[in-house]
Antibody, heavy 121, light 108 residues
Framework: EVQLVESGGGLLQPGGSLRLSCAAS????????MSWVRQAPGKGLEWVSF????????YYADSVKGRFTISRDNSKNMLFLQMNSLRAEDTAIYYC??????????????WGQGTLVTVAS | SYVLTQPPSVSVAPGKTARITCGGN??????VHWYQQKPGQAPVVVMY???DRPSGIPERFSGSNSGNTATLTISRVEAGDEADYYC???????????FGGGTKLTVL
């Protein structure tokens, strides 16, 4: 059974930094691309970033480009999102999602339960 | 950037057919995926590559995509189908994943 467990969320002030983690199990992590998708309170889904199986292909939403960095550790089955220069509009539940494919984005086959990030002064 | 347009809400009586549309410029040339999200839960894929249904998703769910509109159709709607539905595509022009704004399906 595929399991994705996010952690690292919390409350922080604008301009701060946070690192989210996603622990994956139940599948061969190194063979699949992964993404982060967020959802602001009461709002729709917004894709944040994608990383291919080996990390060679990485894409970001325009809204986070230059501030967020996605990475993965295939030896530990972990996905990360380093978030810097956080803004109030980054407040959201952040979901880790397993892609169906490996090299290029396909679709989000499995989702974690999410971790809440709140940016407020 | 590429934009996907969904109706904010769709209402349907139990046992009837619900059609949720997703509009985009020449969306028929892209692969469209659909997600169902119930309150307090993570999204679940209910349709991928326009019309492929994941295992565990009832045959009542079907999809189509042509021209400027993709459609998720739910036949014989049940109370348990009440949820938010999102369409999604990959826009290779901008290298961005794009979600529609979501449609709240209400079962009357």
């Amino acid at each position: 059974e595929v399991q994705l467990v996010e952690s690292g969320g919390g409350l922080l002030q604008p301009g701060g930094s946070l690192r989210l983690s996603c622990a994956a199990s139940g599948f061969t992590f190194s063979s699949y691309a992964m993404s982060w998708v967020r959802q602001a309170p009461g709002k729709g889904l917004e894709w944040v970033s994608f990383i291919s199986d080996s990390g060679s292909n990485i894409y970001y939403a325009d809204s986070v480009k230059g501030r967020f960095t996605i990475s993965r550790d295939n030896s530990k089955n972990m996905l990360f999102l380093q978030m810097n220069s956080l803004r109030a509009e980054d407040t959201a539940i952040y979901y880790c999602a397993k892609d169906w494919g490996s090299r290029q984005p396909q679709y989000f086959q499995h989702w974690g339960q999410g971790t809440l990030v709140t940016v407020a002064s | 950037s590429y934009v996907l347009t969904q109706p904010p809400s769709v209402s349907v009586a139990p046992g009837k057919t619900a059609r949720i549309t997703c509009g985009g410029n020449n969306i028929g040339s892209k692969s469209v995926h659909w997600y169902q999200q119930k309150p307090g839960q993570a999204p679940v894929v209910v349709m991928y590559y326009d019309s492929d249904r994941p295992s565990g998703i009832p045959e009542r769910f079907s999809g189509s995509n042509s021209g400027n509109t993709a459609t998720l159709t739910i036949s014989r709607v049940e109370a348990g189908d009440e949820a938010d539905y999102y369409c999604q595509v990959w826009d290779s022009t901008s290298d961005q994943e794009v979600f529609g704004g979501g449609t709240k399906l209400t079962v009357l």
